[in-house]
């Protein structure tokens, strides 16, 4: 009996440690195979394609955002995502006004006793506000007036209705002026103060000789407006007095006559500069290395007109937002869904050099091809969307337009995860911004995923809406939670480089990029296998998804 007894302890305490083991080995579910389809090396093929220079920066809208989303949407393609635009699309377009500063029809005339000379936009000047500006012309070498700090430019010469010249330049390093911002200021300020007409600014001899070996001229970038305003949008970004659309077909036209800005303002090259002052460009060098060396170059009078004429004009435009859907595998929670998103735009050109924003967010951006590629080996049995914003550098442009024109019901949508900027800084940290805001289950999906794989720090200092960068504002998560949506934007952090054309894919780190990604699709497998759609249980104003939590003060 006590042998049996004995035995059958035995036999408990056997099967006791057997489902001690099944509980541990379900706690430590094993990764998902699929998760090491995302790798490095496929991070750093898609970020090669995209954040070059021959991508010039993916502006809004450009022809390099277009040859992007023309990319993502065939990688996204050939990893089996379907388009869900009506129509069977890829592409949600979004139509915007276009305005550029007219080659063909803009003009800087200088005019002497002796006759004319007329220099043409963009090879030699450079002027961004549509209007028409005349003046007699002043020089007031570096244009800094702050005469209890020892420097003044302007003294009492009369700037009334004059056109006035100045340097770019730079002062030297150690030099107090330099870093100087009210200083720096006055060389605007102090021109529209005293009421010139006109401020033409010579560009920097770094400027002048990247523009030489490229043999060309300034960049006219385009300026982009929205068509429409939209209820997510803060109220501080709807435009009081909108432009009336142009319609589609029709030839570019002027742009409709706005007040001309009280003081125009161009940037000349150093040919104009010359011909203007009557000097030779070796002694406009001589200016710049004065004042490079931290001296004053002494303004004059010049006996010449300046009259400068820069005409917009203004043309039908659109960018696209990439959207594609890997269908779910359960045949009732399919018609629910997960958004993944980034935004593909970046800022363009600047002053001739491609802002290539390999970590904004060339990193977000490929990031999502990767998850493509692991979604077509393992899908979770809600539908995920992954969507490509444009437009997010000019201010949330695609993601506004994307919950206000959605393709699939809003009510539908479980929660929305973020990638913005994923590849820069301490390896072993992230910020999670917004991950508690409207669902406690989404921060803590990723606080599960993050202990079962990629034990990362997670800093939530930027999930403070009352933070001075306001960041919890400032990426596509947010109109998503405007919308009642749970929302997190996961994220890396700023570096010296943001927003610089140092953002380059040399200083992106590959492997901190890889761990974030699997991550985000360990996320995504596991809210898109949830029962339910996340629970609203994180704010008492927010208890249903739709259009009518726009209203909600709280979510602002
Ligand atoms: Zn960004």
């Known amino acids: 009996m006590a042998l049996r007894k004995s035995a059958s302890q035995c036999l408990l305490a056997f099967l006791l440690l057997c489902t001690a083991i099944t509980t541990d080995a379900r706690q430590d579910a094993p990764l998902p195979k699929a998760m090491s389809l995302i790798t490095e090396e496929g991070l750093r093929f898609h970020l090669n394609v995209i954040a070059n ?83 007699e012309v002043v020089f007031v070498g570096y244009g800094l007036s702050v005469p209890d700090k020892g420097w003044d430019d302007y003294g009492k010469v009369e700037l009334a209705g004059r056109s006035v010249i100045m340097l770019e330049g730079q002062l030297p390093e150690g030099n107090p002026l330099r870093a100087d911002r009210a200083a720096l200021a006055t060389r605007t300020s102090t021109p529209r103060s005293k009421g010139a007409a006109l401020v033409l600014t010579v560009i920097s001899p770094e400027r002048e000789k990247e523009m030489a070996a490229r043999g060309a001229g300034f960049q006219i970038t385009p300026r982009a407006t929205l068509l429409s305003t939209f209820p997510t949008q803060n109220q501080a970004r709807i435009s009081a007095n909108p432009q009336p659309p142009a319609r589609s077909g029709q030839p570019p036209q002027q742009a409709a006559a706005r007040p001309a800005a009280p003081v125009g303002t161009a940037e000349i090259r150093h040919e104009v500069a010359a011909a203007i002052l009557g000097i030779s460009k070796e002694e406009l060098d001589e200016m710049f290395a004065t004042i490079a060396s931290g001296k004053q170059v002494p303004g004059k009078a010049v006996n010449k007109r300046a009259e400068l004429s820069v005409i917009t004009e203004r043309r039908p435009g659109s960018s696209p937002n990439v959207l594609a859907v890997m269908e779910g595998s359960d045949p009732v929670l399919r018609s629910e869904y997960v958004v993944v998103s980034s935004h593909h735009d970046h800022l363009g050109m600047r002053n001739g050099r491609a802002m290539n924003g390999a970590d904004d967010n060339g990193s977000g951006t490929v990031g999502m091809l990767e998850i493509a590629k692991a979604l077509a080996a393992a899908k979770p049995k809600r539908s995920v969307i992954l969507a490509w914003f444009t437009g997010e550098e000019k201010g949330l442009w695609g993601s506004h337009y994307f919950v206000n024109n959605c393709p699939v019901p809003l009510e539908k949508i479980s929660a929305s995860l973020n990638l913005d900027m994923i590849s820069r800084n301490d390896p072993k940290s992230l910020f999670l911004i917004a991950s508690d805001n409207l669902s406690k289950e989404l921060d803590a999906s990723i606080r599960a995923m993050n202990d079962s794989y990629s034990k990362l720090t997670f800093d939530y200092v930027y999930n403070n809406r009352a933070h001075p960068d306001r960041f919890y504002y400032r990426s596509d998560q947010y109109p998503f939670i405007r919308m009642g949506i749970p929302g997190v934007w996961i994220f890396c952090g700023t570096t ?61």
């Open 496 to 556: 010296p480089d943001y927003h610089t054309p140092n953002d380059v894919i040399a200083r992106v780190d590959f492997k901190k990029m890889e761990k974030v990604t699997r991550m985000i699709y360990l996320v995504t497998l596991d809210i898109g296998n949830k029962p339910a759609l996340l629970k609203l249980d994180a704010n008492p104003e927010v208890t249903t998804r739709g259009k009518h939590n726009t209203a909600v003060d709280s979510i602002r």
């Open 53 to 135: 220079d021959e991508t010039e920066g993916r502006n809004t809208p450009s022809a390099g955002v277009n040859i992007v989303s023309r990319y993502l949407a065939t990688v996204a393609e050939q990893s089996g995502l379907k388009p869900i635009v009506p129509g069977g699309s890829y592409f949600q377009n979004i139509p915007m006004d276009v305005t550029l500063v007219s080659e063909s029809r803009s003009r800087l005339r200088i005019l002497s006793q002796t006759g004319e000379s007329v220099f043409y936009c963009p090879q030699s000047f450079l002027g961004t506000t549509a209007g028409a500006w005349a003046g």
